[in-house]
């Protein structure tokens, strides 16, 4: 479900030496088509040569003289969003890939923005289901709660029937501008579809409640346009990490999403604002915040 950083990988590069002459190797990579040499002195990997580092340098100087020395590894078992994370975190356009202290290959900063820009939902601006995935396993195994909130947006059915599509649009824009800007920096928020949208969260259900009733009174409280109201009806459930150690958190999280979405679905049809799900069998704790 989410891409390994083997699968995105480029490997056309070659290794040389840091005594090396600038020509000769801009004259291999040429030849080759290549776009990368990893420079080696002695056996040890010590830095990274481009194109453009080649033009950049007098052909009669070494290697050693125009190489970049910052290198940043990352393991081809990775995901595409810990390279995004990385490259917005250092200064760097280009990531080693290295198994068993061996160069696999390298991938570009562009190359991973390219392939991030496939998960983001092109009418809100906020990243798809894919993403939560990653931050929810993420949380689980560094953190010790998992907190999940499903939020539907109430009667918004009427409001693409009432008004058209169009207006829809704009009051999911809306929405998802007021959510993402409104939630803390430890909470992430996707589009899960149509008018639905999930946060991941390291709360318990007491904070993820909290949490939930802001979002719920700031959209009850925000004017759309044509002075339309609207409200939402969220779902929470919270899973405890230390009790529920596994290799892979995937299909826990299928069902925990699954578990909040039902919780407000629950929560929608009993007008309440929340609801708090234990199980896949029993809901509990309706609050009638209205």
């Known amino acids: 479900m989410i891409k390994k950083i083997s699968e995105i990988m480029l490997n056309n590069f070659i290794c040389v030496d840091v005594c090396d002459g600038i020509l000769k190797v801009e004259r291999m990579i040429t030849e080759k088509k290549l776009d990368m040499a990893l420079v080696f002195e002695g056996g040890t990997l010590v830095g990274l040569l481009t194109y453009k580092d080649l033009l950049k340098s007098h052909p009669n100087r070494i290697v050693a003289d125009a190489m970049n020395t910052n290198i940043i590894f990352i393991d081809p078992n990775s995901s595409i969003w810990h ?6 975190k250092q200064d760097t356009s280009v990531l080693v890939v290295m198994d068993n202290y061996m160069p696999m290959g390298f991938i570009t900063d562009n190359h991973v923005y390219v392939e991030i820009g496939r998960y983001i939902d092109s009418l809100t601006n906020l990243y798809k289901t894919n993403y939560i995935f990653y931050k929810a396993d993420e949380i689980i195994r560094t953190k010790t709660t998992l907190g999940i909130i499903f939020i539907d947006v109430n009667n918004f059915g009427y409001i693409d029937k009432h008004y058209g599509h169009s207006i829809g649009d704009v009051i999911l824009k809306e929405i998802s501008y007021l959510l993402k800007n409104s939630i803390p920096k430890d909470t992430y928020i996707c589009r899960f579809g149509g008018d639905e949208f999930v946060l991941v ?35 929470i459930v919270s899973f405890d990490s230390n009790n529920n150690r596994s290799e892979n ?4 999280i299928t069902n925990l999403i699954n578990m909040a979405s039902l919780a407000s679905t629950k929560a929608k049809k009993e007008n309440a604002e929340i609801s708090v799900a234990t199980n896949l069998n029993q809901l509990e704790m309706t609050l009638d915040l209205a």
């Open 201 to 235: 969260t390291p709360y318990e259900k007491k904070n993820c409640t909290n949490l939930a009733r802001e979002l719920s009174a700031l959209i009850a409280g925000h004017k759309f346009i044509k002075d339309i109201r609207l409200t939402i009806s969220c779902g």
């Open 249 to 252: 958190y995937f299909s826990h």
């Open 83 to 88: 390279a995004k994370e990385t490259f917005d």
